[in-house]
């Protein structure tokens, strides 16, 4: 029997008889099913329910599976889907994987193979459910998608929760991959907005010509090639929130016509005459220094003290090593398992080799280290990262503080290199590109012990 009997599994398969089957195996286990025979169907059921789990056919009579997968994925991102087809080729059951199936079934199907990758579907999204929600005692917030015990990011939870329920504007700062589009998210999902639109804008990716007409809209050629009326992103926003990443990269005259904007709440699209009224949540996010970037002018003041009514600076991941074990288990339970059954699982072993890394692409980088050793994992599901792939031994430049001396640097990289390879010289000295001999004199100058039984 199933551990959840209240579980609604959504059944998407345009063949009667498989659907009939399935629906028998599932309810004899006390699941809620619900059946779709198209994508049409399906997409009417998730506008009113959120399942637990889908089982998706492929091959639809009104649509591609695929392309539903991805429509399911943005309709309800944490609901893990299992994709069922005939085809067994393994290009499929990548695309399916990589599109973000949970689990990948060729028909015809073995009902204990069903029933154990539902299961274990139900086991992550219960998991999932159980870290969005989760309330410590000494007053921590859930925030859903943004994980941490550690002390800093317990406080970014909190001052998310204390913005969400005004609707002032919120600067995010924070180094690449720390998640600034994760808490811009968690601030429109838990305040009054959250039924209205999240526009997100990545300011680096557009030309100031580009910039402008996707901010404003622009009317029917208002230039060459504007062969319809566009509807830009302030007023797609509007009742809702904006979301403008890598803010900093904007130009000073954009910086002028967004500041006008939000001073004003009123705006032209390009070409037009009629002016527009909107009211939106602005969100800015950035990973560098804006009050340098003010001192230097190449950022107008006036607009970070606009944008800058409440403030949220997110911990770069080697500030809050402790958090890596609680992120990895995280997103490891939210992968499909293995063509063995097995799930997979990090040793105790990997946590020392993965604090030991600088990190500097932050939580994407973990996730990037862990696909990558999802790849190379074995039959057992139990994923090795001593040796994969080479961290960079020197400590993280800065540019907040003063540079360290060379020979700061190569003692960092000696004690990083020893540390890494658990005091087993040769590795260590092959890492550094250096003879065993040479290294013992560097620990001599340096005044580093040798390793015991060396």
Partial sequence: MSDSPQENVLIVEDDAIVRTILERWL????YRVICCDSAAMCL??????LPSVICLDLTLPDGDGLTLLAQVRRIHPKTPVIVLTADASAQTAVRALQAGAFDYLTKPMERVRLLTSLRNAILTHQLTRQVSRRSVNGGDFAVPGLLGESAAMRAVREQIHQVSA???DVLIEGETGTGKEVVAKAIHALGATRGAPFVAVNCAALTDTLLESELFGHERNAFTGAHRQHTGR??????????????AELSLSAQAKLLRVLQERRFYRVGGEQEIGTEFRLIAATNRSLPRLVQEGRFREDLLFRIAVFEISLPPLRARLDDI???ANAFLAGQPPLPSGARLTLPATALPALRLRPWLGNVRELQNVLKRAIVLAGPTGVLSVQRQPS???LPVANAERPPQTLAELEKAAILAALAFYENDLLAASRALGIGRSTLYRKLAAYGIPLPRGT
């Fill in 27 to 30: 309810t004899s286990e006390n």
């Fill in 44 to 49: 009417d059921r998730l506008a009113q329910l």
């Fill in 166 to 168: 005004s609707r002032v």
């Fill in 234 to 247: 302030f007023e797609q926003a509007d009742g809702g929130t904006l979301f403008l990443d890598e803010v």
């Fill in 325 to 327: 074990l609680l992120l």
């Fill in 391 to 393: 961290a960079p031994l």
